[in-house]
Nanobody
């Protein structure tokens, strides 16, 4: 069983930055692929970025060069550094964990409760 708790969301002006954090419980956190998904009002939840258990990151094209995902297995933490934010990034951001090797893009076994990110123009 893995529990995920996100933090770090908030209100920021366009062009600003936020750093999201995801704290995970469980002794085998390092074995999980981890990912960040977001869901804007009226839209489906979409994968944004992920990182494999071996530390390889991947991103959706729209955030490449702006967002950076990282993990600290010693602290059971996953981070999403978001720079150059735009109003289109406004959404609830969810942390996800997958037992399968990968970036939690297509397979998720656990979800956090989400953290709101709002970018004003």
């Amino acid at each position: 069983q893995v529990q995920l708790v996100e933090s770090g969301g908030g209100l920021v002006q366009a062009g600003g930055s936020l750093r999201l954090s995801c704290a995970a419980s469980g002794r085998i956190f390092s074995n999980y692929g981890m990912g960040w998904h977001h869901q804007a009002p009226g839209k489906q939840r979409e994968w944004v970025a992920g990182i494999t258990s071996s530390g390889s990151p991947d991103y959706v094209d729209s955030v490449k060069g702006r967002f950076t995902i990282s993990r600290d297995n010693a602290k059971n933490m996953v981070y999403l550094q978001m720079n150059s934010l735009s109003p289109e990034d406004t959404a609830v951001y969810y942390c996800a964990a997958s037992r399968r090797y990968g970036t939690a893009r297509y397979s998720q076994d656990y979800w956090g409760q989400g953290t709101q990110v709002t970018v004003s123009s």
